[in-house]
């Protein structure tokens, strides 16, 4: 179908902006209410965990985009009537990014990012 | 066996829900020891369901992570209930679970 | 929290150190990151700590003088050795060798006799790394020597470094019913399920106080993730509110935080925490002698210090818990002068008898401290290795590095232990482990392009001085033989390192250096030699009998003037 054609698309943008537009059908957003929680460092860029919450309600979709990613949107979700604004979910990362969050609550899109940073190891103290 | 654990726990009106999947979930970026690409391989859609309800609809592209991670929250269930989990991916095989919410 | 008591009368020079009365109802005891240190050793504090951003000037980021001022403490004197690096070896040969558990095992008897139901808390960095006998027996010295010692709650970091099975066993059997090891960071990879208890609750003379454990959140980063594959870390500092919270309605009325996050981590979580009263920190290896008061986001005041290492410290909390809340407290971190404490003897004579055992390691039988006193090499030089960069025995590690497997640069991990050599001592195979014993020995060489080179410098700096602490590792910048550059902890990563050279030679980012290394996270590490770091140490001074670091590769520093982290020597 043309609708699950285009859901598809969004993985294949180059960009956050690309992707949200594809998965979402608008690239515009305000900041709101969203807790991203992911480990500040990654202990292993190919299973880093990422868990969205957030307290606004009438939340219909979910979107995590990893922005340094050569293919930055990693998953998007709908939302059934009564169920929680709160996704968890591990996703691959090639090098320290942004990690954005992106939520449609009423028609309206709401966006908030944390860095997760990729890092060599070793040396520690 | 089912390449699906799920624990379904209601608390306080709410039930959350963790599930492991077994899947590859291979990029089609990787290539194997003799230079030939590994095909992509990965889940596209995973969706929950109590009775007729939908509650979740996952869309994943391939990098989720291998054996892959998914964790939700939902109201209005009863203990008791039959949650439904399902996958499909893109050479369109797929697999589901039921559990019962505790 | 009003603290008619905060330094008191430390900062003067006292005619008994350990002369202490308690103070309130509530005492914890505190060391951490001894490192495997059985006995009395010498280490130095470092001259090198920047602070960047916030932190800039901020203990812990205070060196010598600076930090003499700061806790108004006068030189030379007793604390100020203690406390710095100032006239070190003047001021070390004069009061002698510091730490040793024999020594400790008094000093813990004299503060808990004073203090009916004081607890001891162990911060963790206990099992290693930089312990001949810690490696050889799977960490067993230290097992014992803490059940001999009363240890009632400990954490971790290095611990890990002996593998999750190793760990297990030791929590299940020899600690069961005697030590907790706590950790609420530490979750099962698959489902995220705590792996430890996160927290205690002990009642001491009436009042309910919960010990929450913060294992090391960076372990399967900064050591090897294979030892430890099943297990995640973190800082995890919402996970961290609930178990706040959970205690506290568990009945807890002071809520102490046993951290391992290193100190600029723990003054963060301090202020984006609520609840917690004190934290007791390690990891970072600061003496720190006085508390510091954050306010958390709710308004309330966390203490927050760090215990210093290598067990040349016990630090020492009373607090006055009255109709409610905490009325008063005294710290003190109390330094363990081995030439002022009579050894426990029984503890002394548990040291004598672990360390003169024989073991089988790596195929070969031998008497540990037979193995550990044999002289090397004597050194002309202070070999020490605390400090953000580059250490006299670094130098001599790279040095060894690059001459036994014929490298052009040599990269020695940024490690904040291992113990101090005098000039003119003898350099002992004790020395060579205290600086390289640990689980993942292997020397390593291998072609690295000018490019990446700069990639790894750059990346370890920024887990320096990344001005977000919860970006931090906590970990010393790598320590470079060879190579020269400069460094300006005050930009981002990608722009602090600068002017890389070779021999007088730009390094080229395309160009190919052959690098020398050791202690790789990988689990097969690439360019093994399958020689082990003690062993190329060990030949080196074998071959050259004296050494002297005539020239300390320390990096050019650049944005750092005025920072009272830095002083040179
Ligand atoms: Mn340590
Ligand atoms: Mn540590």
Same mark, same amino acid.
Request: with cysteine; net charge negative; aromatic share 8%.
């Given at each position: 179908?043309?609708?699950?054609?285009?859901?598809?698309?969004?993985?294949?943008a180059?960009?956050?902006?690309? +992707?949200?537009?594809?998965?979402?059908?608008?690239d515009? %957003? !305000?900041?709101?209410?969203?807790?991203?929680?992911?480990?500040?460092?990654?202990e292993?860029?190919?299973v880093?965990?990422i868990?969205?919450?957030?307290s606004l309600?009438?939340?219909?979709?979910?979107?995590?985009?990893?922005?340094a990613?050569?293919?930055?949107?990693?998953?998007?979700?709908?939302?059934?009537?009564?169920t929680?604004?709160y996704?968890?979910?591990?996703?691959?990362?090639?090098?320290?990014?942004?990690?954005?969050a992106?939520?449609?609550?009423?028609?309206?899109? &709401?966006?908030?990012?944390?860095?997760?940073k990729?890092?060599i190891?070793?040396?520690g103290? | 066996?089912?390449?699906?654990?799920?624990?379904?726990?209601?608390s306080?009106g709410?039930t959350?829900? /963790?599930a492991?999947?077994?899947?590859?979930?291979?990029?089609?970026?990787?290539?194997?020891?003799g230079?030939?690409?590994?095909?992509?391989?990965?889940?596209?859609?995973?969706? +929950?369901?109590?009775?007729?309800?939908?509650?979740?609809?996952?869309?994943?592209?391939?990098?989720?992570s291998?054996?892959?991670?998914?964790s939700?929250?939902f109201?209005?269930?009863?203990?008791?209930?039959?949650?439904?989990?399902?996958?499909?991916?893109?050479?369109?095989d797929?697999?589901?679970t039921?559990?019962?919410?505790? | 929290l009003?603290?008619?008591?905060?330094l008191?009368?430390?900062?003067?020079?006292?005619?008994?150190?350990?002369?202490?009365?308690a103070?309130?109802?509530?005492?914890?005891?505190?060391?951490?990151?001894? %490192?495997?240190?059985?006995?009395?050793?010498?280490?130095?504090?470092?001259?090198?700590?920047?602070?960047?951003?916030?932190?800039?000037?901020?203990?812990?980021?205070?060196?010598?003088?600076?930090?003499?001022?700061r806790?108004g403490?006068?030189?030379?004197?007793?604390?100020?050795?203690?406390?710095?690096?100032?006239?070190?070896?003047?001021?070390?040969?004069?009061?002698?060798?510091?730490?040793?558990?024999?020594h400790?095992?008094?000093?813990?008897?004299?503060?808990?006799?004073q203090?009916?139901?004081?607890?001891l808390?162990?911060?963790? !960095?206990?099992w290693?790394?930089g312990?001949?006998?810690?490696?050889?027996?799977?960490?067993?010295?230290?097992?014992d020597?803490?059940?001999?010692?009363?240890?009632?709650?400990?954490?971790? %970091?290095?611990?890990?470094?002996f593998?999750?099975?190793?760990?297990?066993?030791?929590?299940?059997n020899?600690?069961?019913?005697?030590?907790?090891?706590?950790?609420? =960071?530490?979750v099962?990879?698959?489902?995220g399920?705590?792996?430890?208890?996160?927290?205690?609750?002990?009642?001491? =003379?009436?009042?309910?106080?919960?010990?929450?454990?913060?294992?090391?959140?960076?372990?399967?980063?900064?050591?090897? /993730?294979?030892?430890?594959?099943?297990?995640?870390?973190?800082? /995890?500092?919402?996970?961290?509110? !609930?178990?706040?919270n959970?205690?506290r309605?568990?009945?807890?009325?002071?809520?102490?935080?046993?951290?391992?996050?290193?100190m600029?981590?723990?003054?963060?979580?301090?202020?984006?925490?609520?609840?917690?009263?004190?934290?007791?920190?390690?990891?970072?290896?600061?003496?720190?002698?006085?508390?510091?008061?954050?306010?958390g986001?709710?308004?309330?005041?966390?203490?927050?210090t760090?215990g210093?290492?290598?067990?040349?410290?016990?630090?020492?909390?009373?607090? !006055?818990?009255?109709?409610g809340?905490i009325?008063?407290?005294?710290?003190r971190?109390l330094p363990?002068?081995?030439?002022?404490?009579?050894?426990?003897p029984?503890?002394?004579?548990?040291i004598?008898?672990v360390?003169?055992?024989?073991v089988?390691?790596?195929?070969?039988?031998?008497?540990?401290?037979?193995?550990?006193?044999?002289?090397?090499?004597v050194?002309?030089?202070?070999?020490?290795? /605390?400090?953000?960069?580059?250490?006299?025995?670094?130098?001599?590690?790279?040095?060894a590095?690059?001459?036994q497997?014929?490298?052009?640069?040599?990269?020695?991990?940024?490690?904040?232990?291992?113990?101090?050599?005098?000039?003119?001592m003898?350099?002992?195979?004790?020395?060579v482990?205290?600086?390289?014993?640990?689980? &993942?020995?292997?020397?390593?060489?291998?072609?690295m392009?000018?490019?990446?080179?700069?990639?790894?410098?750059?990346d370890v700096?920024?887990?320096?001085?990344?001005?977000?602490?919860? &970006?931090?590792?906590?970990?010393?910048?790598?320590?470079v033989?060879?190579?020269?550059?400069?460094?300006?902890?005050t930009?981002?990563?990608?722009?602090?390192?600068?002017?890389?050279?070779?021999?007088?030679?730009?390094? +080229?980012?395309?160009?190919?250096?052959?690098?020398?290394g050791?202690?790789?996270v990988?689990e097969?590490?690439?360019?093994?030699?399958?020689?082990?770091?003690?062993?190329?140490?060990?030949?080196?001074?074998?071959? %050259?009998?004296t050494?002297?670091?005539?020239?300390?590769?320390e990096?050019?520093?650049?944005?750092?003037?005025?920072?009272?982290?830095?002083?040179s020597?």
């Amino acid at each position: 179908s043309t609708v699950l054609a285009s859901a598809r698309e969004g993985f294949e943008a180059g960009s956050v902006s690309d +992707a949200l537009k594809s998965v979402m059908g608008s690239d515009s %957003h !305000d900041s709101g209410d969203i807790t991203i929680s992911a480990p500040e460092l990654a202990e292993n860029g190919a299973v880093v965990p990422i868990t969205v919450e957030s307290s606004l309600t009438g939340v219909t979709d979910i979107a995590i985009l990893a922005a340094a990613n050569n293919n930055p949107l990693t998953s998007s979700y709908k939302l059934g009537e009564g169920t929680k604004a709160y996704v968890a979910t591990r996703i691959k990362m090639g090098d320290s990014s942004d990690i954005v969050a992106v939520l449609k609550a009423n028609g309206q899109l &709401y966006s908030s990012s944390r860095e997760v940073k990729v890092t060599i190891g070793g040396c520690g103290g | 066996m089912s390449s699906i654990r799920v624990r379904a726990q209601l608390s306080d009106g709410v039930t959350n829900v /963790r599930a492991l999947i077994s899947h590859p979930m291979e990029t089609g970026q990787r290539t194997d020891s003799g230079g030939n690409t590994i095909p992509a391989h990965y889940i596209t859609e995973v969706k +929950a369901k109590v009775r007729d309800r939908e509650i979740l609809t996952a869309n994943w592209g391939p990098s989720i992570s291998r054996n892959p991670y998914l964790s939700f929250q939902f109201e209005g269930a009863s203990s008791g209930d039959t949650l439904e989990l399902s996958w499909v991916d893109n050479n369109g095989d797929s697999d589901s679970t039921q559990v019962q919410i505790r | 929290l009003p603290a008619s008591a905060r330094l008191g009368a430390a900062g003067k020079n006292p005619s008994d150190p350990y002369e202490l009365p308690a103070r309130g109802n509530v005492s914890i005891l505190h060391f951490t990151d001894c %490192h495997g240190q059985l006995l009395p050793v010498y280490f130095r504090e470092p001259h090198i700590n920047l602070g960047v951003a916030e932190m800039k000037g901020r203990p812990p980021h205070l060196v010598g003088k600076a930090l003499l001022e700061r806790y108004g403490i006068d030189h030379p004197g007793l604390l100020s050795h203690a406390y710095t690096y100032l006239d070190y070896v003047k001021l070390a040969e004069h009061y002698g060798r510091v730490g040793g558990f024999a020594h400790l095992a008094t000093l813990v008897k004299k503060v808990r006799d004073q203090r009916p139901g004081a607890l001891l808390l162990d911060g963790g !960095d206990t099992w290693g790394g930089g312990s001949g006998t810690g490696l050889w027996t799977h960490a067993q010295d230290m097992v014992d020597a803490q059940l001999k010692l009363g240890v009632d709650i400990m954490t971790g %970091h290095w611990e890990f470094t002996f593998g999750a099975d190793r760990v297990r066993e030791i929590v299940e059997n020899d600690f069961a019913g005697h030590i907790e090891f706590l950790a609420q =960071n530490v979750v099962d990879v698959d489902w995220g399920d705590r792996i430890f208890k996160p927290y205690t609750i002990r009642e001491m =003379n009436g009042v309910n106080v919960a010990v929450i454990g913060q294992s090391f959140p960076y372990t399967p980063i900064a050591n090897p /993730r294979h030892m430890v594959a099943e297990w995640s870390f973190g800082i /995890r500092h919402g996970e961290m509110q !609930d178990t706040v919270n959970n205690a506290r309605a568990d009945g807890a009325e002071v809520v102490i935080l046993l951290s391992h996050n290193g100190m600029d981590v723990d003054i963060k979580l301090a202020q984006v925490v609520d609840g917690i009263d004190a934290i007791m920190g390690g990891h970072t290896h600061d003496a720190v002698p006085a508390p510091l008061e954050i306010k958390g986001p709710e308004g309330g005041t966390c203490l927050v210090t760090n215990g210093g290492s290598n067990g040349k410290f016990l630090g020492v909390l009373d607090l !006055d818990f009255r109709d409610g809340r905490i009325r008063d407290y005294q710290y003190r971190l109390l330094p363990v002068f081995a030439n002022l404490i009579e050894p426990d003897p029984d503890m002394a004579r548990y040291i004598e008898q672990v360390r003169d055992q024989e073991v089988t390691y790596d195929g070969q039988t031998f008497n540990m401290k037979d193995a550990l006193s044999e002289e090397l090499a004597v050194s002309e030089d202070l070999l020490y290795r /605390r400090g953000n960069f580059n250490g006299t025995f670094d130098q001599l590690i790279c040095d060894a590095l690059m001459e036994q497997v014929d490298a052009q640069i040599a990269f020695s991990p940024g490690f904040r232990w291992g113990t101090t050599v005098l000039p003119g001592m003898p350099i002992t195979f004790e020395h060579v482990m205290d600086q390289t014993g640990l689980t &993942y020995p292997a020397v390593t060489r291998n072609e690295m392009s000018g490019a990446m080179i700069k990639e790894i410098l750059e990346d370890v700096a920024d887990n320096l001085y990344n001005k977000d602490p919860f &970006y931090q590792q906590g970990g010393d910048m790598v320590r470079v033989g060879g190579l020269q550059y400069s460094i300006d902890p005050t930009r981002s990563i990608g722009e602090r390192i600068g002017d890389m050279e070779l021999n007088g030679k730009p390094i +080229a980012p395309n160009e190919s250096y052959v690098v020398a290394g050791w202690a790789s996270v990988q689990e097969q590490p690439a360019g093994n030699t399958g020689r082990k770091i003690w062993d190329v140490v060990a030949d080196y001074l074998r071959d %050259h009998e004296t050494v002297s670091i005539s020239e300390l590769n320390e990096p050019k520093l650049r944005g750092v003037e005025g920072n009272p982290g830095v002083s040179s020597v």
